[in-house]
């Protein structure tokens, strides 16, 4: 960190927030997504030195770029797709934004199928769950060991072992979707903080750890609730921006960027301790705002777009549904006033629904009633919505999804439980 001519203030902070993470957007509606997977060879998930040596093909066909900066974290790109991993291993493609439901599912699945072109010759299978069923976090080295990530790693640690399992066993579907402006960005952004716990419950998909049962159908919600409660959770206060600078003030300040690399923080020693006190390396900068701002974790994560980041990655054949409902109810104003209303009851009481949603998911009464309103919105808006923003075969997956599921108060979660968990060092198949 560099000496600054002029201390940082509030008032500049939340202006960067408006400029920026709740930067408005105007013209057509874009959607991008962030799929995590697991890549196992049986139940075990394959070192990244392995996985990026099974991929080598790729790189020799010219069909995956090596676009890593150095010192930074491995990245590949398929054209404008991108290709990371996470701390455990675990792949992440990653779509740009797009101008259709339907383009953002088929990068994915595009990325997909080039990896499944060379990845079953060395035994390796991409597997679709909110968290690793087989495996606890101690079985799993750091795949990543970045300054970054090793600085999280010791920070989390003095927290228990939620931050650890969140690094190294955790997979989500993140969906990004145009902030909007005035009141529409408003309401979006309501919707979305109003709407998560919902969407974890609906979508649950991690109810085993370690080869057990855990009894909860998200159990990756549980881990998330434990990582650090200041970085985490739903917003609800109503103005986006000032609320969320609060929030992002109040937070632990989780590492220091500092001329000798990363150095943990701790969790009783908050961002906005550091703007207003200092440390003995001075105070912050702007460039440290923003950074600070990438280690924060809320469900609804505002980064230019609205990042909502409850959902437990489903199984690769539902993937286009939460995908449909959550853009869907965001995007459409009718739909979007309806959620909010239904919704809105249950505001001050949001932190018991979320707990609810992850431990029964539509199993719950509640939780059951109010994923089948939103599924009949979500219904609804699509006569609305233009057929090439999502398409026929996309509501035709809704439809069959709340067929099997919602309407049964089922969610993909219960299909592993519907029989005896497999054994760790067993072969299953993926959850169809």
């Known amino acids: 960190m560099h000496a600054v001519s002029q201390r940082l203030d509030e008032a500049t902070l939340l202006a960067d927030l408006k400029d920026r993470a709740f ?78 439901v339907d383009q953002a ?49 010791r920070y989390f640690s003095g927290l228990g072992k939620d931050g650890q399992r969140m690094m190294r066993l955790s997979c989500a579907l993140q969906i990004n979707v145009d902030t909007g402006s005035g009141s529409e960005a408003e309401e979006r952004w309501r919707l979305a903080n109003l709407m998560s716990p919902v969407l974890a419950g609906m979508f649950a998909n991690s109810p085993l750890m370690g080869g057990q049962r855990t009894e909860w159908k998200s159990r990756r919600s549980l881990v998330w609730r434990g990582v650090d409660p200041t970085r985490t959770g739903c917003l609800l206060a109503p103005s986006g921006p000032e609320a969320y600078l609060d929030f992002a003030l ?40 923003r950074y600070h701002l990438t280690t924060l974790f809320p469900q609804v994560r505002p980064r230019g777009s609205l990042e909502l980041r409850s959902i437990d990655t489903p199984p690769g054949q539902w993937r286009s549904v939460p995908v449909a409902i959550a853009t869907a109810l965001l995007v459409d104003g009718v739909a979007r006033e309806r959620s909010i209303a239904c919704l809105e009851p249950y505001a001050s009481n949001l932190d018991e629904l979320a707990v609810a ?11 059951g009633a109010l994923s089948c309103e939103l599924l009949g919105f979500a219904l609804e808006s699509f006569d609305r919505l233009p057929r090439d923003f999502i398409s026929s075969a996309v509501v035709s997956d809704v439809q069959r999804f709340v067929d099997r599921y919602t309407a049964r108060g089922r969610c993909p979660a219960d299909d592993p439980l519907d029989v005896d968990p497999v054994p760790r060092d067993g072969v299953a198949a993926d959850p169809v």
């Open 357 to 367: 949603s992850a431990r029964y998911g539509p199993a719950h009464p509640l939780v």
């Open 23 to 100: 930067a408005p957007s105007s013209g057509p509606v874009q959607v991008g997504l962030e799929v995590e997977m697991l890549a196992l060879r049986e139940n075990r998930a394959v070192p990244l030195v392995e996985l990026v040596d099974a991929l080598e093909p790729l790189f020799n066909l010219g069909e995956l770029v090596d676009i890593t900066s150095p010192g930074g974290l491995t990245t590949y790109t398929y054209g404008p797709i991108k290709l990371t991993f996470e701390p455990g291993g675990q792949l992440e493609i990653v779509s740009p934004p797009r101008s259709s």
């Open 105 to 153: 599912l088929d990068d994915v699945q595009r990325l997909e199928l080039l990896l499944q072109r060379v990845l079953p010759w060395r035994g390796i299978r991409l597997a679709g769950y909110g968290l690793n069923p087989w495996q606890t976090e101690d079985e799993i080295e750091l795949q990543t060991p970045l300054p970054r990530y090793l600085a999280m790693d």
């Open 250 to 289: 109040g937070a632990g300040l989780l590492l220091r960027r500092t001329p000798q690399g990363y150095r943990p923080g701790h969790s009783g020693y908050t961002f906005g301790q550091w703007l207003s006190d200092g440390d003995d390396l001075g105070y912050p900068e702007l460039d440290d705002w």
